[in-house]
């Protein structure tokens, strides 16, 4: 039973007009069983609530489920309020479905990493464990 | 990503620094604390020493119960009422870790999210990290930072707890323990542990079947019992009254002289 002392915190949410959780939940599960201790927001959050909430927590990293269509103006918005309240340092990534073309772009703002339908669940895994921020 | 971000907390800063910004209520500061204590960082220990209570001490309240009671809920409207009557909160919520792979799911927030955007409330979810008793292994030490930190109204939120963990009860001024309808006898309601150490014994889910018996039951033994439904916001302000007198007592039986 190897427990590691000090586990990665990464707050899980869901954003805006959204009730599509079934996704969201198995990622935070299988965070979970790989060792990552989840704060999980649940669904219909804003921008601001998903920042300061972050901050509240001293996540390391956000990872937001986005299924409406709203990703292009939710994922710059909160990348913009990170930075405005000096937690710059958190990486955000994601997932939903996002098409192609909006990719390129969200990454250019800032989005570490977007994660798409048929997504292998190990490749979220490995990606969320590969990130050891000092704190 | 883009590191070179503005004011980040570091560790490197002096400890002096980050204890002042703590006790100046700054959030990121006592949000990275908090995590330094969780992750049993020796600056941790250290910054701990320079926090100096403030002088008039945090009102101190200890949730707890069996899973599913209500918990998270009724801080919910404990964080709204305290709002109310002008206090600040800062809530300290502890969910278990996997004894299999140290990960949590940390989900008491969801119940109080609309306080998020209220900069007169601080939540921190906390996992158990191998500590039994219902608490996490840094909730104490974060207590103190919150307390350093001004709030006014502390509120701690354990684990669904079974009947021997009463940790809580030890940090807490007031130990409010919570139940629901149709979960035991009389006899339930006799036996020693969580409802024999709780100030305050609250009947959550009071529009249910068997809340009548539950309360009658429990009133045999624990002298202050309440009915709330904690999704309605039925009993908060009684609670909140019974919160105060038994403050205001224990205030008393501890004034020297």
Redesign the interface.
Known sequence: ?A?????I?VLIGKVGLDGHDRGVKLV??A????????????LH??P??IV??A????VQAIGLSIHSGAHNSLFPRVLQL????????V?LFGGGIIPDDDVPRLKAA?V?MLFRPATPMHDIVDFVKGLRV?? | MNHACVGRVSKREDVETMARQVLAGEVRSVARVITWLENQEPVGAALLKRLTPPEKRAMVIGITGYPGTGKSTLIDQLIAAYRRLGKTVGVLAVDSSSPLTGGAVLGDRIRMQRHADDAGVYIRSMATRGQSGGLARATRDALQVLEAAGYDVILIETVGVGQSDIEVVSVAGTGIALVAPGLGDDVQAMKAGLLEVADIVVVNKGDREGTDTAVRDLREWCPHVLRTVAVKGEGIPELIAMIAEQQRLQDLAHTPG
């Open positions: 039973m427990i590691a002392t000090t586990p915190r935070a599960r965070l979970r069983d790989a060792g990552v201790e989840i704060i999980y927001t649940g959050q804003t601001e609530q300061t909430t901050i509240q927590e001293d990170l930075k405005e309240q000096g937690a710059g340092d990486t800032g570490e000092e704190r």
